[in-house]
């Protein structure tokens, strides 16, 4: 049992689309997918190639549900199911002026403390049992893919960062004790402007940088120093 919901079944919430619908889990049940980390591999000449983080994937849930409402002793052979899978499609696509809303899943422990998913598809199986008056579904079981949602953010650059680092560069030779930040208060700059121009050496402020290492650094701007004005007296 999960958030209330008894065991074998799961609760499928769409508050946009007023969908709020306890199901039974069918055979198969929920198979849960996901959830690793993303590395890429970025080659280097000569060199061992960097792994770079991406992120985590996003877990995927795959439910093996069972809408039934057959009842071979009333009339007809029991609750139509058409309404219920109506409901389910158009709460999956949206519509022209949104696109589709999220979904809470309540029930599965696996996934309990992911809030938001959304719906990728909705598979029909080959369990259908219909009505012999009008046709309908009694009894249909369905394969429904979640995907796990995180909202789109964006990262919102400085200023400053967009810029990058302005002005000419040169080399510099790596002397014992150096750190960034010494190196830093010597070119007059930031110690973050030389992890910029050095991305792949410079990590830290202290770093013990390796002796006669050469890294990449601002030029020094000299100083313009004004001209004195001198009066003189004229001859008389």
Same mark, same amino acid.
């Given at each position: ?33 996901? #959830? =690793? ?6 080659? &280097?000449?000569?060199?061992? /190639? @960097? *792994?770079?983080?991406?992120?985590? %994937? $996003? ?17 007809? #052979? =029991? ?6 899978? &109506?409901?389910?499609?158009? /709460? @999956? *696509?949206?519509?022209?002026?949104? %696109? $589709? ?136």
């Amino acid at each position: 049992m999960g958030q209330g919901v008894p065991t074998g079944q799961v609760r499928l919430i769409n508050r946009d689309a007023k969908f709020d619908q306890t199901l039974l889990l069918a055979e198969q049940g929920a198979k849960v997918t996901g #959830g =690793g980390d993303l590395w890429d591999i970025v080659e &280097r000449p000569r060199q061992v /190639a @960097m *792994t770079i983080y991406k992120g985590r %994937e $996003p877990f995927q849930v795959e439910l093996g549900v069972m809408l039934d409402g057959f009842n071979p002793r009333v009339e007809q #052979g =029991g609750l139509s199911q058409e309404p219920m899978i &109506r409901a389910l499609l158009a /709460a @999956m *696509t949206g519509d022209d002026e949104a %696109e $589709p809303s999220t979904w809470d899943i309540q029930g599965i422990p696996e996934v309990n403390d992911i809030p938001e998913w959304v719906l990728q598809t909705v598979d029909p199986g080959d369990h259908i049992i219909r009505r012999a008056t009008d046709f309908s579904r009694t009894r249909q079981d369905y394969t429904l893919t979640f995907l796990e949602y995180t909202p789109p953010t964006y990262v919102q650059l400085r200023a400053k960062a967009r810029q990058g680092t302005k002005g000419k560069t040169t080399l510099y030779t790596v002397r014992r004790g150096d750190t960034p930040a010494s190196i830093a208060r010597k070119r007059r700059c930031k110690w973050t402007d030389l992890r910029t121009l050095n991305l792949s050496v410079v990590k830290r402020a202290n770093q013990n940088l390796k002796d006669g290492s050469r890294i990449r650094v601002p030029v020094v701007k000299q100083s313009k120093k004004k001209a004195r004005r001198t009066t003189r007296t004229p001859n008389r």
